[in-house]
């Protein structure tokens, strides 16, 4: 098993099945994650028993860098897993710190109309240690500390649900990366039993779900997802979690040019998400020459964005990032494919 996908809770485990103590658990996080040990030698902390044990049953193999794009604010780095596989990662350089962009699948099934990645179908899921190697192998490329992390890359996250429960619990545990669980934020297009699910475990990181239309009209239009969890369904869950959890949840709206971004549109808006707490993150589209949506003018969102705010809906304009770094979700992973 590859060390980086486990948690500390289930190293515990491990240890007690093997009659060493539990507490042996915490030298390999602080070893691996704080003092960044390449190997299990490398850990001062652990005696040549438990080292011997662990090297019959743990490998330290990592991810590797195949391509990466810098800009002012935003670096994409192309992976490949062991496996010959790719995947893409987004380090997004922001006033308050690194925020990273983990894609959780190879490939995606949501089948989103909009978006590039979907239109390279889903392979596999990715397992943590693929998760938690994406941010420490972004930070040793790129020479940047990650303080943030959102899983809103390649993959619906909510579909490789333990998965990325298990990378959530590894980066926020306190001896390891120790990111706090307010800096993480796990995005959903609205799979409405893993919603509830994710309500029920209590977990602390921070929901997002990927909206992007105010009726299910449109959303059927877009996003495949709201056929089976229509808008009725997906507000029930996303309001049942806010009062759960006393959480706001993101509502993530792409905009795009005559479809989803209307005056009405706004006002149909406004009208979904009355009496849940949450704020809008309102979107310009990256446009692909595979797809043919257009991104709203600025004056359109401009305008839209004035129809919520008065309303009184907590609502943002996101900072656009990498606009000539292949920005739009797997177009990097997608352009690496079409050569070959």
Known sequence: MNIYGI????LEAYFISRGINKTKARFVFEGIYKERAASLSEIASL???????MERDFTFEKIKAL?????????????????GNKIET??????YGNGLCVSTQVGCNMGCAFCESGRLKKVRDLLPHEMVLQLLCAEEVLGERVSHVVLMGIGEPFDNYDNIMAFADIITDCFGLDIGTTHVTVSTG????????????????????SLHAPNDEIRNRLMPVNRAYPLSELMAAAREYTLSSNKKLTLEYILLDGINDSDENARELCRLVEGIKCYVNLIPYNETENLGFKRSSRQ????FYDIL????????????FGGNLKAACGQLRAENMKKG
């Open 309 to 320: 705010k008065k309303a009184k809906v907590s609502a943002t304009i996101r900072h656009e």
């Open 190 to 209: 609205g799979v409405v039993p893993k919603i509830r699910q994710f309500t029920e475990r209590g977990s602390r990181i921070n929901l997002a779900i």
């Open 90 to 95: 987004v380090l997004m350089k922001h006033d």
């Open 7 to 10: 948690t500390r809770a289930d």
């Open 67 to 83: 391509e990466i794009l810098k800009g002012e604010d935003v670096c994409k780095v192309l992976f490949e897993l062991s496996d």
């Open 47 to 53: 005696n040549p028993k438990v080292k011997a044990v």
């Open 300 to 303: 359109r969102i401009a305008a």
